[in-house]
């Protein structure tokens, strides 16, 4: 109906608005305006609180509390420059009103102003701004139901909010005819005089119109005072309403007892007994004597109907104004007062008898721990008697050790008022224990205080338990000593006991599962034995299998043995069990089965292997058949088969069934794992290669590094590591057990064995191979040393006999077409000379003194040194790489350098068709069996040689060059190495290029 808030802002003096915490819901605009009030603030912000707002002092705080705490309806509070009236709303809210030298103040003339100014100022009735003034103010809604009063309205009629102002005021069922209430509703402002039935006084009335923000119309009513108050009601009067509206009976009487005035509560009491007698010493069973004898405070009983009342009578004569003696009779009524007192004695007796009769003693003491009072227990239990209370304090009683203990407690509960217990004991008469409890005893801020409480003797109790508890401890010691679960169960199937080795077992370590279902926690995996030990006899235990999901969602294997239990009397209680943990055994048994099905599988792939195995002359099938196996039986993440090869190993894989070769360049002396696995001979596990691998293996074993484990199982004949077979593994290598390093161990030997047994057969041939050429060349030799012979004789006449008919030919004249023709015949029979000179030279070299080469300085040699810068004119590098260790060894010179030169010419000629490469060439040590050789390798990347053509490098006259090539280079080079003891090797792959190498034996130089 009413903005509470904003109709304050049409007050001119300064209001805040507070709830009961004191923080600010509204501040009017002349407040907020006010700078100079203003001034005494810091900043306002609702909700913040008034104390922040206006800097009040400690004491001035204190008063605005009272209001807020309620103590007080209002307050005033005097500052230097201001004055707050404090006063509240409601239950919820607080007014605060600041007065000021320098604050207009609303005055009563400001009320009688234009229509408009009393609508714009109609809303301080809501909130205590018409408080502070004497006149009676009230707002009536249309109907003339009465809105709101201020203060001196309801001193004087009560609180009359949502009564009839025409009831109130007029005690009439209907509008006052001097109200006009239809003309003030329309606008009017009526004046007029009345008189106050309520105080028998005349007052100036003004009724004005008032309109809320909604459009709602009220009327406001201003009533003044227009009589001095100089006597305001006759004495008795006042006294005759004072009389009649006490709770006390009050009666006159004269000296016959005849009552002559009677108040409304004493003529409420006696009701028609009053009417009957009408006479106080009747209706009071009192004599003359009694009425003139005065009495103060006394108790009389009398009955009034069928009730008994008792009466505290105050009895005295007063003189009248014509002498006669009148009696004054007070009564005030003290039935509930007496049935109060009666039920305190009763129920007094009655806890004094408890306290007295119980075998527990009880006490009470003062402030100073002295004891006043005790039951006869209490009396008897410490051999107290009555004559030393007051002098001996509750602390004596027991041993020393406890008085402080007793100080604290009362201390506390001093403070506190909340009771303590204490355990104590006594040597004074024998060891006793005992068990005390302390109260507060004091009601109210004046009684001295006291405290009570009681002592039990728990002497025997103690024991008891001590024996209990020594008992159950033994017993539970037992229990917990005990490795396996142990769990009793109620004939619920509930737990109601166990030891901590059942919470290790279900996985709640300090959980409290009593009460909890055993089911919930253990599943026996066949469920017919729980039934059955249900069912079972009284002396029957039993053993089942069963499996616990721990609180983490582990499965645990436990055997269970599980017995009935029964009372002394042989009732059935429940179960208990002990519960084994057998999950590491059972792992053991899977372990062992999954093993035998491991080996059995291993055994029959072991032994398949060797079938294919023992049948196998070619080493593409031995190493397709060991990466079948090896991916069968380990299936690793990386699969690789090192071979060795004259001085470094080759790199077999297979990736999508295709056979991928290459060359390493891994060997003995760069590989610090190849020595350790030449020295251990033994499988490598390697768990963590970026740690186990030293920077030179890392980079070696580049294919793996990003692998968590790597297995090298080595393959030797005799001591030389022929072949590596390199797993590697994105997972732990648990499953690598004894078993499998047995299998691959039988199968790295079964590798070595059909290994020598391939390259015995592949050397073999290579000799039959190589016997077969050198018989081959032995007979052409012979050959071509008899044609060579015969050819050369004839050839030597026909070169004369040209020479010298040129020069006759030369004295005459003849055409140059005939000088050309003998001029190519010379050059022909010249080149002829020079191949059967070729022929002579490889059937039968000529016989040279040996010399000691350092091979490291061969291509310093002049003929070498030319031949390679015109090499290395026509785009084509050579990049030579020479040992530290010098390289000796044993033969002519220029029979060296003639086999080097051929084969430079042929990589030169084959890079050169190929249109772009490089020539390598190495010079270094290799040792083949007993035997060192000194090594030079002359490597290309030019085209290659064909497949079909492999076989026929080293016979005579066969070359690729379709001009200049007579095919004897290789020929002539193959017979100087081989009458030295050496070997010519040549490996060649179309396409990629080819590397020839010479090997000699090694010459140590002394």
Do not use: W
Request: proline content about 2%; charged content about 25%.
């Amino acid at each position: 109906m009413f903005n509470q808030y904003k109709y304050l802002d049409v007050i001119e003096t300064p209001i805040i608005v507070c709830d009961n915490s004191g923080r600010m819901k509204f501040a009017n605009l002349s407040f907020l305006q006010n700078r100079k009030l203003l001034s005494h603030t810091e900043s306002v912000e609702k909700n913040k609180k008034i104390f922040d707002i206006l800097l009040l002092n400690k004491f001035q705080q204190d008063e605005v509390y009272k209001v807020l705490n309620n103590k007080v309806q209002e307050n005033r509070i005097f500052a230097d420059t201001f004055e707050l009236y404090i006063s509240r709303i409601n239950k919820n809210k607080i007014i605060i009103q600041i007065k000021s030298e320098q604050i207009y103040q609303l005055k009563y003339s400001d009320i009688i102003q234009e229509k408009e100014d009393n609508i714009k100022f109609s809303a301080a009735p809501f909130f205590s701004a018409f408080d502070l003034l004497d006149d009676l103010i009230n707002i009536t809604d249309k109907t003339g139901l009465i809105v709101f009063a201020n203060k001196a309205m309801k001193k004087l009629f009560g609180d009359i909010r949502g009564q009839y102002c025409y009831k109130v005021f007029a005690g009439e069922d209907d509008y006052c005819p001097d109200c006009k209430l239809s003309l003030v509703l329309d606008g009017n402002t009526i004046r007029y005089e009345v008189k106050l039935n309520k105080n028998n006084q005349y007052y100036d009335v003004i009724n004005s119109p008032f309109a809320d923000f909604d459009g709602n119309i009220y009327k406001i009513s201003i009533m003044r005072n227009l009589e001095d108050i100089v006597e305001k009601q006759n004495t008795l009067v006042l006294f005759q309403n004072a009389i009649n509206r006490s709770k006390n009976l009050v009666c006159f009487a004269n000296e016959n007892g005849d009552i002559l005035y009677a108040n409304d509560t004493f003529i409420k009491y006696f009701g028609q007994n009053y009417k009957e007698e009408n006479n106080i010493l009747s209706l009071m069973n009192y004599s003359k004597e009694d009425a003139y004898q005065s009495s103060d405070n006394k108790e009389i009983k009398i009955r009034i109907g069928d009730k008994e009342i008792y009466f505290k009578v105050f009895i005295y004569p007063i003189q009248s104004l014509s002498n006669e003696t009148i009696f004054v009779f007070i009564a005030s009524d003290i039935t509930d007062l007496k049935k109060l007192e009666n039920k305190i004695a009763i129920e007094k007796n009655y806890f004094q008898s408890i306290i007295d009769n119980t075998i527990d003693g009880f006490f009470v003491i003062d402030k100073n721990q002295k004891i006043t009072d005790c039951n006869p227990s209490f009396q008897k239990m410490f051999h107290v008697n009555q004559e030393s209370l007051g002098t001996i304090t509750l602390a004596e009683l027991f041993d020393p050790l406890y008085k402080r203990e007793f100080e604290k407690k009362i201390n506390y509960l001093k403070k506190s008022h909340i009771s303590q217990i204490t355990e104590v004991s006594s040597s004074n008469n024998g060891f006793k224990n005992y068990i005390i409890s302390l109260n507060y005893l004091s009601t109210s801020e004046s009684d001295d205080e006291q405290y009570y409480g009681f002592v039990k003797d728990i002497t025997d109790i103690t024991r008891l338990h001590k024996i209990i508890e020594n008992e159950r401890n033994y017993n539970r010691r037992i229990i917990e000593t005990v490795t396996l679960g142990f769990v009793v169960i109620n004939e619920f199937g509930e737990i109601i006991d166990y030891n901590n080795a059942f919470l290790h077992l279900i996985g709640c370590s300090g959980k409290n599962v009593k009460g909890e279902m055993f089911s919930s926690y253990i599943k026996p995996v066949n469920k017919q034995n729980m039934e059955d030990l249900t069912n079972s006899s009284p002396d029957m235990l039993r053993d089942f299998e069963a499996i616990i999901i721990t609180a983490d969602n582990q499965e645990k294997n436990v055997i269970v043995s599980m017995s009935k239990l029964y009372d002394i009397l042989g009732n059935y209680l429940g179960n208990f069990a002990f519960i084994r943990d057998i999950t590491h055994q059972k792992k053991i048994e899977n372990e062992i089965v999954q093993q035998s099905h491991q080996i059995i599988e291993l055994v029959n792939s072991l032994t398949k292997f060797t079938a294919s195995v023992v049948c196998i002359d070619d080493m593409d099938n031995l190493l397709l058949q060991i990466y079948s196996f090896i991916h069968n039986i380990l299936n690793p993440d990386y699969l690789e088969i090192l071979v060795f090869s004259t001085d470094r190993y080759i790199s077999h894989q297979y990736i999508n069934n295709e056979h991928i070769v290459n060359n390493t360049e891994i060997s003995y002396k760069t590989s610090f794992i190849i020595q350790k696995l030449t020295k251990s001979k033994t499988i490598m596990l390697i768990t963590n290669p970026i740690i186990e691998l030293n920077d030179e293996d890392q980079l070696l074993f580049s294919n793996v590094m990003r692998f968590q484990n790597i297995i090298l199982t080595p393959i030797f004949i005799g001591k030389d590591l022929k072949m590596i077979i390199l797993m590697a593994f994105n997972k732990e290598v648990e499953f690598i057990n004894n078993v499998i390093i047995t299998i691959l161990t039988s199968v790295s030997n079964l590798i070595a064995i059909a290994f020598e047994k391939i390259t015995s057969i592949a050397e073999q041939e290579k000799m039959k191979e190589a016997l077969n050429r050198y018989e081959k060349l032995v007979a052409i030799g012979r050959i071509i040393a008899g044609v060579a012979h015969e050819i050369n004789n004839p050839l030597s006449i026909m070169q004369l006999d040209i020479a010298e008919l040129d020069q006759k030919l030369d004295k005459g004249d003849y055409d140059q077409e005939i000088k050309d023709i003998i001029r190519s015949l010379l050059e022909e029979i010249q080149r002829i000379s020079n191949i059967v000179k070729q022929l002579k030279d490889y059937a039968k070299p000529a016989a040279l003194n040996d010399d000691i080469i350092n091979l490291n300085d061969i291509f310093r040699t002049y003929p070498l040194k030319i031949l390679s810068k015109n090499i290395q004119k026509k785009g084509i590098p050579i990049n030579i790489t020479i040992p530290k260790q010098k390289t000796y060894v044993k033969l002519p010179l220029t029979r060296l350098i003639q086999v080097i030169m051929n084969i430079l010419a042929n990589a030169e000629d084959a890079v050169l068709e190929k249109g772009e490469g490089s020539i390598d060439i190495d010079i270094s040590t290799e040792q083949r069996g007993e035997k060192i050789f000194a090594r030079l390798s002359v490597k290309d990347t030019g085209i290659g040689i064909h497949e079909e053509n492999k076989h026929l490098l080293f016979e005579p006259f066969f070359t690729t060059k379709p001009k200049e090539g007579t095919g004897l280079g290789l020929s002539i080079s193959y017979s100087i190495i081989k009458s030295y003891d050496g070997e010519i090797e040549i490996e060649s792959k179309r396409g990629v290029g080819t590397e020839v190498v010479i090997l000699l034996p090694f010459y140590k130089k002394m």
